[in-house]
């Protein structure tokens, strides 16, 4: 009964041990078209990582994207996302191809489900992982289509608001 | 003993079970519950009169304001479209919160000239409503009636701005407004008057929105000849410009002039034809808030 209660406690300790959250993050989105271009940065992501299962998810709030123009935060905000509807885009999904006994960098692909706007697809994007002394550094840079994420552009601004944006993830895990 | 293990087995198996899904829902209770609601309103102007809104930290606006004559004034003056009122103004956010804006109205030569500040942010739970205080002094150059010193022709004028973002559609707006002229005709009117004002917009779309705006009076002299001020109003926004096509009862443009010294009745067809345009500059480069 002893030695039982001994493995309970140490599996059990061990498995909520596995769970990774970030300790600072870095997003940024970069759009790049005919008359100006658009990046913005937020450091308010949320991110939980089991590194014994790979599996991850995070979430961005997107009222705290900071642009370098306020009227393009808030035009970002009211009509391209509508943050007050849609607060959040999260993933929920896997590294797969990642080994946590690997120290070095290794490529991994997150596979799972990007949520933006209030619609979900499935994706499947490359990344890096890496051990630090102190910390877990994942990244990843991909292209999101704003059309597949119903975000609808006017025509008016086709010129000012590219079709697609580079969105770059930085993730430090804490150990 | 066995409730201990049972215990442990349990939330063992919960770290076990826990899938990508209940991860998301594990960062969900992590997440700040509650954030500030923005862009109550489009612009800075509701109609004629000011919304809670103020400019970004190191934006500067830039405010083209027109007034057309009355659309009763007949076939002669065009239904009003050959005299025009005018204002140009500019509007600097010193910090999100802190803005200060000044104008120069072409009726009776006024100079007006402001402060605005965001004294509470409505959010998503707790506070209920935005509220900005505004005050604002001016100066009319050209002498009306017996004002002869410029003191005489300075008046100020106090609000309080109430708002409430209800939905994304739909933000209503109170104004209590205290004035205060220097100099008055006292067979008409008292140094300090009081006023109500009540306001909102509805979007119909991504970019427009309908306005609309009415000051009622308090305590007004039945000798007043003066009007409630009432306007209404279309919001079009077009990237950096925000443009306003109005109808108002009032030609006269800044607080306290159509406030206190409207003299259209708007349902008697009183009605002036106007707009705003907005453009907005960034100065300054907001500071990118580092990581926490």
């Known amino acids: 009964m002893r030695i039982l209660l001994v493995v309970l406690l140490s599996v059990s300790i061990h498995a909520s041990a596995q769970k990774l959250s970030l300790e600072k993050s870095k997003v940024s989105f970069f759009s790049k078209a005919a008359i100006e271009d658009i990046k913005a940065e937020n450091y308010k992501a949320a991110s939980v990582l089991n590194v014994s299962t790979g599996e991850v998810a995070f979430s961005i709030p997107i009222s705290d994207f900071e642009f370098d123009k306020s009227l393009m935060k808030q035009h970002f905000n009211e009509k391209y996302m509508e943050s007050e509807k849609f607060p959040k885009a999260t993933f929920a999904g896997k590294f797969e191809g990642f080994d946590p006994s690997k120290k070095a960098t290794q490529n991994v692909m997150a596979k799972g489900k990007l949520t933006i706007h209030g619609v979900t697809q499935e994706v499947s994007v490359p990344g890096t992982v890496e051990w630090m002394t102190d910390r877990l550094l994942a990244k990843s840079v991909f292209k999101v289509k704003l059309a597949d994420y119903k975000i609808k552009i006017p025509k008016m601004l086709w010129q000012n608001i590219a079709e697609e944006v580079e969105v770059t993830l930085e993730f430090n895990y804490k150990l | 003993m066995r409730r201990i293990c049972l215990l442990l087995a349990a939330i063992m198996f919960y770290h076990l079970a826990v899938s990508q899904d209940d991860l998301l829902k594990e960062l969900d209770s992590q997440a700040p519950k509650t954030t500030v609601i923005e862009n109550t309103f489009k612009g800075?102007?509701?109609?004629?009169?000011?919304?809670?809104?103020?400019?970004?930290?190191?934006?500067?606006?830039?405010?083209?304001?027109?007034?057309?004559?009355?659309?009763?004034?007949?076939?002669y003056n065009l239904y009003g479209l050959d005299k025009a009122a005018v204002r140009l103004g500019l509007e600097y956010g010193i910090t999100d919160r802190l803005g200060v804006g000044f104008g120069r109205s072409s009726s009776d030569k006024m100079m007006d000239y402001y402060v605005r500040y965001k004294l509470l942010r409505q959010q998503t739970s707790g506070m209920p409503v935005t509220i900005t205080g505004f005050g604002y002094a001016s100066v009319k150059l050209a002498p009306p009636g017996d004002a002869t010193t410029l003191n005489d022709r300075t008046a100020y004028v106090t609000q309080l701005l109430i708002a409430r973002k209800f939905t994304p559609q739909l933000s209503l707006q109170l104004m209590p407004t205290f004035v205060h002229k220097n100099a008055v005709d006292k067979t008409i009117e008292s140094n300090d008057q009081l006023a109500i004002?009540?306001?909102?917009?509805?979007?119909?779309?991504?970019?427009?929105?309908?306005?609309?705006?009415?000051?009622?009076?308090?305590?007004?002299?039945?000798?007043?000849?003066?009007?409630?001020?009432?306007?209404?109003?279309?919001?079009?926004?077009?990237?950096?410009?925000?443009?306003?096509?109005?109808?108002?009862?009032?030609?006269?443009?800044?607080?306290?002039?159509?406030i206190t010294e409207s003299t259209g009745d708007f349902f008697n067809g009183d009605i002036h034809l106007g707009f705003n345009v907005t453009r907005a500059f960034q100065l300054k480069k907001p500071k990118p808030k580092l990581a926490q």
Do not use: M, W
Request: aromatic residues 10%.
């Open chain 2, 44 to 75: 800075s102007r509701l109609v004629n009169g000011q919304t809670v809104e103020t400019r970004g930290k190191g934006e500067l606006e830039f405010i083209f304001s027109h007034r057309f004559g009355a659309l009763n004034s007949g076939s």
């Open chain 2, 197 to 258: 004002g009540v306001g909102g917009r509805f979007k119909v779309s991504r970019s427009v929105a309908i306005t609309s705006e009415y000051y009622h009076r308090l305590d007004v002299k039945s000798t007043n000849p003066y009007k409630n001020s009432i306007g209404f109003g279309v919001d079009i926004e077009t990237g950096g410009h925000v443009f306003q096509l109005l109808l108002c009862s009032s030609q006269r443009i800044t607080e306290r002039t159509f």
